[in-house]
């Protein structure tokens, strides 16, 4: 009970100061747009088209604003030493860690909420037919992106290129989740069930969250307090 | 410095009998093995793909097995058999996957298809070669080795989807071959056990190269602790 009130205590901390200053979202958001436009140069829009690639395009569009986000996690801790005083708080580290990752699924998940009637408008895709179903795996999906996202922004956030070194080494592990998300996400657009073959996508995305999941939580005091 | 003797003539033995076995190996393989019916001449780099996979799974888990000791022990010693064992893992996936480009080319008649299983080992590269990325830029000795060991062991994880996924999905990629996978009387039983002592050559080729690997991490410490102690006067 404590450790949850500590988590939401650092969540709704990274939350209300990311509120604040709309560092992060703003520019997440903003990307988001623009690559949403710059997809569409890439091939003709058309229904077709679009029902085929639907879940890449979206994906790929959230795994990039969302390291905008998950860059700013750790770093904007650093000026005044502030990750030290988070650090030396009386919560665990796994706390801290749990409590920044619920953040930052937060804050992800509203860009990609704005950013699905977008893309419903700009591509002409149906996308509320099954929306619940979407919903789900669009939360399965982004809490495996920022688990692994809040742990390596908690890995590089001392090194001079974090910036550079994030991306770099974040997608590829990424890749199980994001395929899933995709899979799914390409036939719920398309208006297909989960079903029979594709189940395995589900299993999947679920098995990278529980396996992540854990092991931050395992591993967060290590990376945080050393 | 007898036991530094004795290092360097162990691995000069090693490396010896790698090359003997090598040598070998390829005397059976060109010579004495005949053409497979359907493939011809090519099959023979299954010689190769497969014990190259072998070793660097071998390495990816021994990476893994001494990221989670350093935690556990904090030995300097333990990171750098981590950074050695998945450099020299990394070496033989690539050559993993530049053989099986090579056989697909002559095969499928395409360099490269996005199968599960061809995907799967380019991630897992990536994955690893993020490791090596991660450890030249952090500077600091001991944050180096933590963090690298917590990376080393999500990479592993990963690797392990990987492995799993290959089940899961149907694939361009040739199935099982081998006996220890269930595919009995899928492969001459001289063939296969060329696979097996060709991987015996190749690990010792790789234990060879972690030796030397491991003896230069451990330099490169002793030169570091020699200039901070330096820089300290």
Redesign the interface.
Known sequence: MRFLRQCLTIAVKDLRSELRSKEAINASLSFALVILLLFSFAFDPTAEHTREISGGLLWLVFAFAGALILNRSFSRELTNDCLEALIAAPISGSALFLGKALANMLLLLAVEMICLPVFGVFYNARWTGQFPTLLSVTVLATWGLTVIGTMFSALTVNLRLRELMLPALVYPMMIPALMAAMQLTTLLIAGEPIAGEQLVWLRLLIGFDIIFTALALALAETVLVG | MKENNFRRNTLYGLAVLAALLLARNLHVILRGLPDEEEQGAIYRIIFFHLPAFFTAAVCYLLALVSSALY?VKRKARYDALAAAATEVGLAFAAVNLITGMIWARIIWGIWWTWDARLTWAL?CW??YA?YL??RR??EDP??RA??SA??S???F??VA??WK?IE??RTQHPGPVLRIRGAEGAMDPAMESMIYWNWLALLLVGAVLLAVRMRQEQMAREIDALRRHAHAL
């Open positions: 935690l991630v990536l994955v993020g990325m991660l830029a952090i001991s944050e933590r963090n917590v990376l062991i999500f990479a994880v990963s989807l990987t996924a899961w999905w």
